[in-house]
């Protein structure tokens, strides 16, 4: 029950190439990553969708990195990790990824959930509060939890009725369908301060039903490396290539 003893024994694992991490609700306690023994054939035929609901401050390095952005971009599969519990902008790993899908916790009244992390990387928020689930403790007996552990189920279980569906839709199209069907629900007056880093909320109604659609996002984003000093009425040139990845559209407006 000694955070910093936690921490430390999690930074010196990774040194020595074992991969530790916290539980998202307490960081006084950690866990072991599940052996990376899955066959490649396994992965192609199993695996689709992927849920994480474990996360750590400490990024874990380059090979797991590489691995995550293996299964994304070369076997199609999408990842959903929960954004965190320590109610700050924090970046937790695996979901501050690109490529993966970064879900944070609300209420059932669609304000922010006390303990949720907040920040560029959030995609999409679910309910992550007074949710039941199985009580450990006991036989038979449900207990109220909350985290993003609890919201991110609800995104992954959304993309697996997504993908069925629509199952000709790569990974990057399920996603995309999703945000483009989703709504914004950081413009609630309590959730505000946490404008864009908030994710959407899904309309999985709509999601299932208008694929009808585009679904634009930025490819490529070619902008000046380091800009110190801006004048007023100073032009900073800068590019923006985007993709579209779903349905034609016309008469795109840029805001």
Known sequence: EDEE??????????????ILFYFLFTKTSIRITPPLTISE??????????????????????????????????YDIIIVAAAGNSNDETWYYPASYPGVVSVTGIRT???????????????????GANSKTLNLG?????????GTSIAEPVITSEFALLKSRYPT?????LIQQLKVTAYRNDTIASNRSY?????????????????????????????????????????IPFELEFENILNRGENIEIK
């Open 138 to 146: 006991a036989t038979n007996s449900y207990v109220s939890e909350y």
């Open 109 to 127: 009244d669609s304000t922010k959930q006390n303990a949720s992390v907040f920040n560029e990387h959030v995609d999409f928020n679910a309910v």
């Open 169 to 173: 839709y790569s990974s990057r199209q």
């Open 195 to 235: 404008q864009y880093k908030f994710g959407k909320m899904l309309d999985i109604k709509k999601a299932l039903e208008n694929n009808t659609l585009p679904g634009y996002h930025i490819a490529n984003n070619n902008q000046p490396d380091t800009i110190t000093i801006v004048k007023y009425n100073q032009a």
């Open 41 to 74: 054939k396994e992965i192609i035929k199993g695996c689709k969708i992927i849920n994480l609901s474990w996360g750590s401050t400490s990024d874990p390095g380059q090979i797991f990195r590489d691995l995550i952005t293996d299964l994304i971009t070369n």
């Open 5 to 18: 003893l936690v921490q430390k024994v999690v930074e010196e694992s990774l040194e020595k190439g074992l």
